[in-house]
């Protein structure tokens, strides 16, 4: 595929930098340096009590969307919880743990594999680049400045500062207004079914489905993607 629309709009976290791959390491690490300080709790058992915990949290949307937008706060509720869990009340080392993984997850980023070229190529073809992104302002802003990403768009949508996210359709109208153009017009590229494919295609734009494993979309999805991808970089070559 060859051709492109006019606009490309494009998710951030897991399209263009990296994100879900660099939780568990930051976790081990962080749970490697604070277990000992506990008596009885080896680092796997710490580090095993965070993840159920942290996909109880995450499992709740509303809470998502709450959590999203100060992770520090969330993370500190989730580390908490787990001392909860495991018996243990020392609220200020739980606080300490959760600090630590901010802090190492913060520095833990880094840009998928060509996709910084590929944007750039974007560019050279004279296509104007969208970000539409969840997550606080802040924490987006601050990936956007450490990559150098701003020049490259036209636009950029953050959740933080719309006041409202993905899958709200009403994101992708806020999107289309202000580029001045018709869904057909656009083509929206993320890893996330249901926010980056399922809520853009209600308007009747392109959605391109990031898959990086190649599992393809699961049994159980009603969201079928326009296309799928393993990589934004492998985008430009269809």
Known sequence: MNKFPPVILLDLDDTIIV?????????RRVCDRYAAEIEGLTADRLYDAIQARTNKYWDNADRHRQGRLDLPKARREVVSATFTDL????????????????????????????AIETLA?????????????????????????????????????IEGE?????PDVRVF??????????AQEAWMVGDNLAWDVGAPQKLGIFSVWIDPTGDGVPLSSSVKPDLIVPSLATLIAK
């Open 19 to 27: 994100h879900s791959a660099t939780s568990e390491p930051c976790w």
């Open 162 to 166: 719309m006041g409202m996210g993905k």
């Open 121 to 157: 190529q974007f560019c050279e073809q004279g296509i104007l680049l969208g970000m539409v992104t969840n997550g606080a302002s802040s924490a987006q802003r601050a990936k956007i400045e450490r990559f150098q990403l701003a020049a490259f768009f036209e636009h950029i949508f």
């Open 173 to 182: 109208e806020h999107v289309l207004d202000t580029f001045g153009i018709e």
């Open 87 to 114: 018996g243990l009340d020392d609220q200020a080392l739980a606080h300490t743990i959760a600090d630590a993984f901010t802090l190492e997850r913060d520095a833990s980023f880094y840009p998928c594999p060509g």
